[in-house]
């Protein structure tokens, strides 16, 4: 009986172990303030806004056209010095011009989101593999992003973000 007890309390000390070596390991990070990190995410901002400003200025000089346009039919009807005819033909035009100003801007709104997609999805790739390469080397099962407040509960979480930011070579 007694060369039964050691053998079984060593089967249990081991089954404990190996127990313990595989509960599960959680991560967590703030990917926002990551990317905000990322000297590559500066440049893509910059060049965002510089896109995006370029559509400002000429929704802005549209604007002017058209405020311009209205200002001098008003001012010349307000004269005599348009017809009646004239006058609804002017403003006819005023209308398309106000509908192209309109389509205009939803479009650029458009054009400034596929813009952001395009600059960010390489970022957002490299962050993404380098967040995998830190779950893989260190036996996470799950990171969660605490910038997106999606966490519902997590205990005993680690935050890798200096592994991701030693992975991604900053600082």
């Not at 990551?34 to 604007?63: H, I, Q, R, V, Y």
């Amino acid at each position: 009986m007694f060369k039964k007890t050691p053998l079984f309390l060593f089967a249990l000390l081991l089954g404990a172990s190996l127990s313990a070596q595989t509960a599960p390991k959680y991560g967590h990070m703030n990917l926002g303030n990551l990317l905000e990190l990322l000297p590559d995410t500066k440049s893509a901002n910059d060049a965002l806004k510089l896109f995006a400003d370029k559509l400002g200025a000429k929704d802005d000089s549209l604007g002017r056209a058209l405020q311009a346009g209205a200002a001098a039919l008003q001012k010349e009807y307000d004269a005599g010095e348009l017809t009646p005819l004239q006058a609804q033909q002017r403003q006819a035009e005023l209308q398309k011009q106000q509908e192209f100003l309109q389509k205009f801007e939803q479009e650029a709104n458009q054009m400034v989101t596929v813009k952001r997609e395009e600059l960010l999805k390489p970022i957002l790739t490299k962050v993404d593999e380098a967040i995998k390469a830190v779950a893989k080397e260190n036996g996470y099962i799950m990171i969660f992003d605490t910038s997106t407040g999606s966490m519902l509960f997590a205990s005993e979480t680690e935050d890798v973000t200096a592994q991701v930011k030693a992975k991604l070579g900053i600082n």
